[in-house]
């Protein structure tokens, strides 16, 4: 379904998710999430996610370069210092995080199709095509980000 490429802004889908795991919890609990030590751990989570998310968009923005991730072709410098060593997609990564961290919360594993489908999604209608429009834009040298950095991790 090339119709969804590019169309719905990545937090959105995210919120989308967060509602989806809220909604459907309580199918299949987990009842040793509730011990003491996963709201802890889900606190921590959840600030590594929003700590590598910010890093990301503040690279994009000491690059001045667009992080709408709806038009990567207005893309004008590759960035692939900082964050970007280690992931290609860190706003991405930093959602994920966000959405492993409310499911372990939820504790329920059912919650944890909304990270699954957080990560399908956007690997396949963002992704995908942003990684397509950045090697038309800048080629071998995106070809070669590709080869050495991980699209998540």
């Given amino acids: 379904m090339k119709s969804l490429e590019l169309k719905i802004p990545p937090p959105l889908i995210a919120l989308l998710c967060i509602a989806l795991m809220w909604y459907i919890q309580g199918f299949y609990p987990l009842g040793w999430l509730t011990a003491a030590w996963v709201l802890p751990v889900a606190i921590l989570l959840a600030l590594t996610g929003i700590a590598v998310a910010s890093m990301g968009a503040a690279a994009f923005k000491r690059a001045h370069t667009t992080v709408n991730p709806l038009h990567p072709e207005q893309t004008s410098h590759l ?4 964050i970007y060593r280690y992931t290609r997609n860190p706003m991405y990564l930093g959602m994920a995080l966000v959405l ?3 499911a372990l ?3 329920d594993l059912s919650a944890f199709l909304g990270v699954a489908l957080f990560v399908r999604y956007i690997g396949r209608y963002q992704i995908g095509p942003e ?3 950045l090697l038309e834009k800048f080629g071998d040298s995106f070809a070669a980000y590709q080869n050495r950095v991980r699209r998540w991790l």
């Fill in 79 to 82: 960035v692939t210092d900082g």
């Fill in 100 to 102: 492993t961290a409310i």
């Fill in 105 to 107: 919360y939820l504790a």
């Fill in 131 to 133: 990684e397509d429009r």
